[in-house]
């Protein structure tokens, strides 16, 4: 089965919950209890995603605005 993938939908200036809902299990929605590894660097950057809930994985990738704010959002 092919991994699913999305579309990271924030803005810069969303705050730290809204962007991470937007990690949120497109089969269960919750965005509570996802794991998720960030891969920042390179050509796209994405965040790998796994719902422990549904057991599902997927990949939202980024825009590169949306991976600098993804990436300062624990720095403060």
Known sequence: MAMLADTARFRTDDPD??????????????SDEIEWHAALDGYDPSVECRCPRCEESWRVYLEPQQALRFALMDTF
Do not use: E, G, N
């Not at 919950?17 to 919750?30: K, N, T």
């Open 17 to 30: 919950p809204l962007v991470m809902a937007s990690l949120a299990c497109p089969m269960c929605l919750r």
